[in-house]
């Protein structure tokens, strides 16, 4: 299997998008994030949800799942929706602005579709689909998606193959040996920081193609020179707060742009 195609993007956004107004969404991406740091409320931390469709009978390829996943959260960032005026702004600017979490969990059936019915955005790549919900405080989280899943389920590596050079590539750091749902929240930090990294124009042309991206794993071999990507400018790497799995300070994933 390729890099997988990119079968919808669920969204109720104008179907006419302004690039003045792409422009907006952009720079907020691009001025980076957390400068307000945590609330002093606990229950007031923001995080966005994000909820993987894991069916029992029929689970999708872990690389195709990530995928979607990837191309959700940063969907929903520059949605619309999420820029000035926007139903979405105060809920993703006070996200954005404080320490950024990202939360997967995993639901299937009657979960799944229920999930479906709050404010987000669906991404399907290769039968393989995620949601990314409108971040808000972790103490108000909508009980359709606070009752779902976080651990307890994960999927086997697969090998989709060389990734198409026309997608931007995720490549996740294979030696951390992350569950399912962690590795979906770190590619889609990954996405967003790519986002904002490129150049507006380059970021409007990805949106237009639905945020297309290969989702691959990166062993110890070719690790090093990713990372030296990443030093020389060519790519943008994930470095984790360590709230989960991981070390604090851990490099996740690393985001190259396409090739072509």
């Known amino acids: 299997m390729g890099s997988g195609e990119l079968s ?7 179907a006419r998008d302004d690039a003045a107004e792409f422009a907006l969404r952009h720079a907020e991406l691009a001025r980076g994030y957390g400068g307000n740091g945590d ?36 969907a929903v960032c520059l949605d619309p929706r999420s820029g000035p005026g926007g139903e ?12 950024i979490r ?7 059936g009657a979960q799944w579709i229920a999930a479906g019915a709050v404010d987000g955005v669906t991404v399907e790549v290769d039968g393989a689909q995620a949601r990314a919900f409108v971040p808000g405080p972790v103490g108000a989280i909508d009980q359709r998606i606070r009752k779902l899943q976080i651990g307890g389920t994960d999927l086997d590596h697969d090998e989709p193959g060389p990734p198409d050079p026309e997608l931007p590539v ?12 962690k590795a979906a929240a770190q590619v889609g930090h990954a996405s967003m920081l790519l986002a904002g990294a490129l150049p507006v124009a380059a970021a409007a042309d990805w949106a ?3 945020f297309r991206c290969a989702v691959r794993d990166a062993d110890e071999r070719l690790w090093p020179a990713l990372v030296a990507e990443v030093a020389a400018g060519r790519a943008v790497a994930v470095r984790d707060a360590g709230f989960t799995e991981v070390a604090p300070g851990s490099m996740t994933v690393i985001a190259v742009p396409a090739r072509a």
């Open 8 to 14: 919808g993007v669920e969204t109720e956004a104008p």
């Open 39 to 74: 609330p002093d409320d606990p229950a007031m931390v923001q995080a966005m949800q994000m909820v993987l469709h894991i069916p029992k009978a029929d689970p999708p390829a872990r690389s195709a799942l990530l995928e979607a996943a990837a191309a959700a959260a940063v």
């Open 88 to 99: 979405w702004e105060p809920r993703y600017l006070a996200w954005k602005r404080s320490r």
């Open 102 to 108: 990202k939360v997967a969990r995993r639901a299937r």
């Open 170 to 181: 995720l490549w996740v750091n294979a030696a951390l040996e992350m569950s399912v749902g």
């Open 208 to 210: 237009a193609h639905g």
